[in-house]
């Protein structure tokens, strides 16, 4: 595991020393969940929008429902072998 050291504005380093008081947790335990939590939350915003992005794309658009018939097609040899 890797230090890092970062500078807070004070009355944030106050809430994140309060808070671990509380929850009898260390400060780095607080700060690694908070920034997993985040960055996970900008992961799925990216996608969400990559998506949208996409959504306008003819050729993504065509890929995409070509994709669905083989699926479909694939749904349908399944269901009929039973």
Do not use: C
């Not at 504005?9 to 509380?22: F, G, H, I, N």
């Not at 996970?40 to 794309?57: A, N, P, T, W």
């Amino acid at each position: 595991m890797a230090n890092y050291t970062s500078s807070l504005p004070d009355s944030l380093l106050t809430q994140l020393s309060e808070m671990a008081q509380k929850l009898k947790v260390p400060k780095n335990q607080i700060i690694e969940r908070a920034l997993n939590k985040y960055l996970s939350e900008v992961e799925r915003q990216l996608y969400i929008r990559s998506f949208k992005q996409l959504s306008g794309d003819k050729d993504i658009l065509s890929m995409a429902e070509e994709g669905m018939e083989d699926y479909l097609m694939n749904l349908d040899e399944w269901d009929a072998k039973g």
